[in-house]
């Protein structure tokens, strides 16, 4: 009773004014500890996400590593319109290989003219282009042969590059036997390998590292260390030019043997080899879909889907660019460039039908399903999907990379930007309120 009756009379004491700011303090209290809470509560969540995104990720790189990852991407993709196109001229000769730095930002390309370019760039000749504007960064011209030193680029037709996966180092090789490696970011020339005893034809690094693997028509693969500068080992077993390589991240390449009619897993540190057969003809295209399979092209029309465990294909496109007539007699159009948007259900391949094909691969890489014919006209020599596939790249030249068995004349020697549009997924419907 004392206590109520002391209260009563403070309050009876406490003025208006005092009475509002004892109400204000009170509230600015209330205020700050809810906000301290709100942090907090923010902070754990922002920690959870955080957490799950890692975990996320982590799953992935182990399915990546397993060769299990496959994005469903295929589906969504729509048939982009002929007039968005983008077509970058500036190599005189054909187009024969073009790769895309790893943040999608350039395009390196080279040609039978021994030009590089990046978007202004070429070198023997390969070219950088910027993807936004199409404006060439910087071009490293062809030279006579054997002025390789003096001039910088290459004095032959490239045939093949590679970009390290941190985007530091490009890789090309030529017909004059000569591996030239390359900053990336200013295309100044640091370093040439010579050990092949023929043409370059195949060059990838291994994902994560500077070492490069290289292949040629003297029927070797060699092992660099781009870092130090430095060969490591060759490795034979091809009984025919070799005609492409890729590799990822473990430490193995799968090469195409052109008429020997084989595609072979490379494993560097047993120096075995794995040999598969599938096609008829010369096997002129190979690329790593993910850890576990593959796709390759050959001259005979076929395009094949491979599961490395397995010695025949998972799954055989035949004529898969139709038939042509040749002096008289029928016979399919070649498969000249083959990609795969890595770790998911979409590919493309390339010919000299005027048009560019896109592929869906059936569960398990069982099945090819054509999807959609992109106009293109001339030899497609190189094709490659952004790492985010919105957009695929081909190289196009009036003739095939490594011959001039025919000449498309109305051809353009010329890179090419396709967009590819995404199907729209339906609107999420609003939640009703609680």
């Known amino acids: 009773r004392r206590r109520e009756a002391a209260a009563a009379e403070e309050e009876i004491d406490e003025t208006p004014q005092e009475k509002k700011l004892r109400l204000a303090k009170q509230y600015l209290e209330e ?14 969540e922002d920690a959870a996400y955080a957490t799950d995104l890692i975990g996320d990720r982590l799953k992935e790189d182990v399915l990546e590593r397993k060769g299990q990852l496959q994005r469903l991407v295929a589906k969504d993709v729509q048939p982009p319109d002929p007039a968005s196109i983008r077509v970058l001229r500036g190599h005189q000769l054909p187009v024969t290989c073009l790769v895309i730095s790893p943040d999608d930002r350039f395009i390196f390309s080279a040609s039978k003219d021994g030009t590089v370019t990046k978007c202004k760039c070429s070198l023997g000749t390969a070219t950088g282009w910027d993807v936004e504007s199409g404006k060439r960064l910087c071009v490293v011209p062809g030279g006579k042969k054997g002025t390789e030193e003096q001039n910088m680029g290459h004095a032959s037709h490239v045939l093949c590059m590679a970009i390290s996966s941190d985007g530091k180092y490009l890789a090309t090789g030529d017909r004059n036997k000569l591996i030239m490696i390359w900053d990336a970011a200013t295309c100044k020339r640091l370093h040439i390998f010579t050990g092949h005893h023929d043409a370059v034809s195949g060059l990838s690094f291994r994902k994560g590292t500077h070492q490069l693997y290289s292949a040629s028509h003297d029927r070797s693969v060699k092992v660099w260390d781009v870092a130090e500068n430095a060969y490591v080992e060759t490795l034979f077993g091809h009984q025919d030019v ?30 075995s080899q794995l040999v598969f057969y599938g096609h008829q003809g010369s096997i002129d295209c190979i ?4 850890e576990e399979h593959m796709v390759s092209g050959a001259d005979d029309g076929s395009v094949a889907l491979w599961g490395l465990t397995k010695k025949k294909p998972l799954a055989l496109a035949r004529q898969a660019h139709g038939m042509q007539n040749s002096q008289g007699l029928e016979e399919p159009y070649w498969i000249s460039a083959v990609a795969p948007l890595r770790n998911s259900d979409l590919l493309a391949t390339g010919s000299h039908n005027a048009s560019v094909k896109l592929w869906k691969c059936g569960e398990g890489f069982r099945k090819l399903e054509h999807l959609w014919d992109i106009p293109l006209v001339g030899f497609v020599n190189s094709l490659k999907f952004s790492a985010a596939g919105d957009f695929l790249v081909a190289g196009v030249g009036q003739e095939h990379r490594l011959g001039r068995w025919w000449r498309i004349k109305e051809a353009k020697n010329s890179v090419c930007i396709i967009p590819l549009r995404q199907r729209a997924t339906a609107p999420q419907p609003p939640m009703a309120p609680s």
């Open 31 to 44: 205020l700050r500890q809810y906000e301290e809470e709100r942090a907090a509560e923010e902070e754990e």
């Open 242 to 271: 070799i005609t492409g390589l890729d590799s990822l991240s473990r430490e193995c390449c799968v090469t195409a043997g052109g008429r020997d009619g084989t595609v072979r897993l490379w494993k560097i540190p047993e120096e």
């Open 287 to 290: 690329q790593l879909i993910n």
